[in-house]
């Protein structure tokens, strides 16, 4: 069998590879699989992107298609900037600018008032057209400072107090354990495993 995943960012791609390497399956990205459609992420929720962009690369391939719709949701900021975490401030802006943006809007928050968590929806498409969905998120603090190189994106700004680092401090192997990502994704592979043994 052969999965392939619906996305361009090469970070989560990274992670993907590592959560999904026991399911005995073919993974590639959707560059590898020759399938790299107009996709608009123009859904209301996570869901609703993940979904889209798995049937976007699924109309193209066919066979099992997973996505990722994942985002920062920040509560002193009214959730921002949720599922538009990949375009605040544009997209073709640095995370080390991103970062710090945020971190500047929480500078009158109290120390009780810096929750805030990656969300991470996963969509599957099935080989017969069927649509299946896992969710899952990581608890954290916005850091006052950005620490840490692992990772990607906002992960130099979550600290998560359990560890007393960020999620850019902590290893690949710690975060998948834990992570938005790494928890949805493992349902998923539970999901799939029912499918696949069928
Ligand atoms: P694809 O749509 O091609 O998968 P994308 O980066 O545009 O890539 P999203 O629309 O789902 O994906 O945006 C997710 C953004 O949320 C991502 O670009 C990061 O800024 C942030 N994010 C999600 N998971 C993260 C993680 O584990 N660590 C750090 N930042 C994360």
Not at 12 to 37: F, H, N, V, W, Y
Not at 49 to 72: F, H, M, P, Q, Y
């Amino acid at each position: 069998h052969r999965i392939v995943f619906a996305t361009g960012n090469a970070g989560k791609m990274r992670e993907i590879r590592e959560i999904l390497g026991d399911l005995g399956c073919e993974i590639l990205s959707m560059k590898e699989a020759g399938a790299t459609p107009e996709i608009e992420e123009n859904g209301k929720s996570f869901a609703e992107n993940a979904e889209i962009k798995a049937r976007a690369v699924w109309n193209c391939t066919g066979g099992i298609v997973l996505a990722d719709d994942s985002g920062l949701v920040v509560d002193y900021i009214g959730g921002e900037p949720g599922i538009l975490s990949a375009r605040y401030l544009g997209e073709d802006t640095s995370y080390e600018i991103k970062n710090q943006a945020i971190i500047d809007r929480l500078k009158d928050a109290e120390d009780g008032e810096r929750s805030a968590r990656f969300v991470c929806n996963i969509a599957g498409v099935l080989p017969d057209g069927r649509v299946i969905h896992t969710e899952a998120t990581m608890e954290g603090l916005i850091a006052k400072e950005p620490a840490g190189c692992g990772g990607f994106g906002y992960d130099p700004i979550l600290y998560l107090p359990e560890f007393g680092k960020t999620s850019a401090e902590i290893t690949m192997e710690q975060k998948n354990q834990i992570s938005h990502r790494g928890k949805a994704l493992s349902a998923m592979k539970e999901e799939l495993r029912k499918v696949l043994g069928e």
